[in-house]
């Protein structure tokens, strides 16, 4: 059984005994948006990140999710990508492409991914070129709030440091307020090379779900979620707050164990 809690600030936990649970509710989850998003604006905008992200979202490639969803509607995006090919081992495309977006009906021009024949910078500024034409031509929504891309869900990984997309902790990347794509060419996770949605893109979709598998993130979970006072570091985890928008986190359970237990309680 898993454990559903929610709070105003940290969003909702979901905390799932297997990881089975886990891919079970998170295909449901990302259907049901579909559907949302389907109904009232005619397309779904879903970003995706790396990692063992796609291996977990594996269900939407089975019955009944690979019939009952909605795939012409899909448009995909990359919350952040390694600048490498997009046949390199590292791509992120890749590996959307192999576990998920070859096994169902998505359309090959819905898929944005990144120019991989130029500089980091030069791909950041044609990824935020080419999304601001889908947000003139409103595939991807509009916040009221900020006119930034307001994407109908955005999910994202964490790493055991805290990171999500390619924002890493400490580094200026989390500074950036002005673009809505950026790009690093020293990060601390190998490729070096990467280009990443910026924190106002971010926190400006309708959903953003993070999704912590493993034992070896609970630390960053109790840092990302709990209250830890004054000395609480600037998680780049912590700084997923969206404005209007709901945040989620799918949790396999050894990846929540050191949340504090006071929340379960509200
Ligand atoms: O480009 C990347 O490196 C990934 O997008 C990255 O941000 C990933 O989502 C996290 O590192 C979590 O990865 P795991 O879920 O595999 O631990």
Redesign the pocket.
Known sequence: MALFVAHKDTGEKRIHESLDELRTDLADYIAQLSEMSVKERGVFAIA??????IG?MGKLCEAPYNKTVDWAKWYIF?????VVGKSHA?S?YKLAKDGLLSKVPIVPSHVHSINDSVSAEQAANDYEFVIRQLVRTRVINVSEINDCPKFDLIL?????DG?????FPNHPVLDENNEWVTFLTD?P?PPPE?I?FTLPVINSASNVAV????G??SEAVHLAIDDVGPACPSLPARMVRPTKGKLVWFLEKVASSKLDSAQFSE
């Open positions: 995706l990140s790396g990692g063992s992200l977990l990359w919350a952040d990508e390694r590292d992120n994202l990984g964490m790493g055991p990171h999500v997309a390619s924002l990060s996770k990467r990443t999704v912590v598998t493993g070896s993130k």
